[in-house]
C-alpha cells in the first residue's frame, strides 16, 4: 500500500518563507518517488487538521519555532503519527542554543565562549570585548544575528527597540575569524564537510543562506585530512550528545588563517535544515552518492514515534 506523507510546512516562525520552499522540494521529490503527499501549511489547528487526514508519516519540513523546537514533535507523538527529524527532547534542545552548547561541551565538542543575557543589557554595553556575535537563543537560519566588530564603540542599538520581535534573551559569544564549516548527520554517519563562502560579504547571513548564488559552497572543503575528520567526528557527537535523530547539520567556525588562532567551535546543530534548492543537506548527500529523492525516501522510511 502507498504510504501517505504529510508534509507539513510554513508554519508561524520567522522562518516561514523558507519552510514553504523546504516543504515545497521536498512533496514534489516524494511524489516522485510514488508517495502520496499532501501538503498542510501549519496553523495553530494542525492536531485537528492531522486527525481529520490520518496520515501514514508526517515529513516535518518546518523551521524554527512551534516546528523545530519539540512543540509539533510533541503533538504528534501524542497522536501517534511516526515523524521524521529528531523527537521532543532533542528538538527542544537544540533549539535552545545555550543549553545545547552546556551538552555539547561536556561531551567534547569544542564551542565558543558566550553569555546569555537579556537584550537590553546587551544593548547598553559590550558584555563581551568586541568582535563578538550577538543571536537570539532560539531562532535559526540566521535570523537576528548581529555581528559587533572590533571597531564598533556602542553595543547594538536595535536591541533595545520595543518592536523586537525575536525574544528577550540572546546569546552572545566571542567571534571566531575564518572558516564558514558545515557537515551533516544520517542517521549514524557523518557526510562530507563543506566550506561555506558568501559571495557578498563575511558573514554567512540568511540572505547568504537562501538567495541563489549567495554563497559558494566548496564540497570537499580544501582543509587537511585530519581537521576535515575531526569536523565529521564533532558532527557526529554533537549529534549523538543532543539525542538528535535522522538528519541533522552542523555548523562551525575554524581559524586557519596564516596569523589566526587555529580554533575549531560547533556553532550550534539543525535538527531541521533547510532542504531547499540552495541547501546544505542535499548537496551533500549528492556528494554521497544520494539523489534528493532518495534522500528524501531515507528520511520517510526512517521515520518514527518515541524519537
Given amino acids: 500500500m502507498t504510504k501517505h506523507v504529510a508534509v507539513l510546512l510554513g508554519g508561524l516562525s520567522a522562518e516561514r518563507e523558507v519552510s514553504l520552499r523546504t516543504g515545497a522540494a521536498c512533496a514534489d521529490a516524494l511524489e516522485g518517488e510514488g508517495y502520496r503527499v499532501t501538503r498542510i501549511d501549519v496553523g495553530r489547528d494542525i492536531a485537528q487538521t492531522l486527525a481529520a487526514l490520518k496520515p501514514d508519516v508526517a515529513f516535518n519540513a518546518l523551521h ?11 503533538i504528534l507523538e501524542m497522536m501517534r503519527i511516526p515523524y521524521t527529524h529528531s523527537g521532543v527532547l532533542a528538538s527542544a534542545l537544540a533549539m535552545q542554543k545555550d543549553r545545547a552548547k552546556a551538552v555539547m561541551a561536556a561531551a567534547g565538542v569544542p564551542v565558543p565562549h558566550g553569555v546569555t543575557v537579556h537584550r537590553l543589557e546587551a544593548a547598553q554595553k559590550h558584555v563581551l570585548e568586541p568582535p563578538y556575535v550577538v543571536k537570539p537563543v532560539n531562532e535559526g537560519s540566521s535570523v537576528g544575528v548581529i555581528i559587533v566588530r572590533e571597531e564598533r564603540s556602542h553595543p547594538p542599538q536595535e536591541l533595545s527597540r520595543p518592536d523586537w520581535p525575536l525574544g528577550d534573551m540572546m546569546l552572545v559569544e566571542k567571534y571566531v575569524a575564518g572558516r564558514e564549516l558545515t557537515c551533516a548527520v544520517m542517521g549514524d554517519r557523518a557526510l562530507g564537510v563543506i566550506d561555506i563562502q558568501p559571495a557578498a ?21 580544501k582543509i587537511s585530512p585530519n581537521i576535515y575528520q575531526l569536523v565529521q567526528q564533532l558532527a557526529l557527537t554533537a549529534h549523538q550528545s543532543l539525542g538528535c535523530r535522522g538528519v541533522s547539520r552542523a555548523d562551525f567556525r575554524y581559524d586557519d588563517r596564516p596569523d589566526g588562532t587555529g580554533e575549531l567551535v560547533c556553532l550550534e546543530v539543525n535538527t531541521q535544515p533547510g532542504m531547499t534548492e540552495t541547501s546544505l543537506v542535499p548537496e551533500l548527500a549528492a556528494h554521497a ?19
Avoid at 206 to 220: F, N, Q, R, T
Avoid at 289 to 307: K, N, P
Fill in 201 to 221: 560579504g563575511v558573514f554567512y547571513d540568511y540572505e547568504a543562506k537562501y538567495a541563489k548564488g549567495g554563497s559558494i559552497h566548496v564540497l570537499p572543503a
Fill in 64 to 74: 524554527g519555532r512551534f516546528g523545530e523546537d519539540g512543540i509539533v514533535q510533541g
Fill in 289 to 307: 552518492g544520494m539523489t534528493f529523492g532518495g534522500l528524501v525516501r531515507w528520511m520517510v522510511e526512517d521515520a518514527s514515534c518515541d524519537r
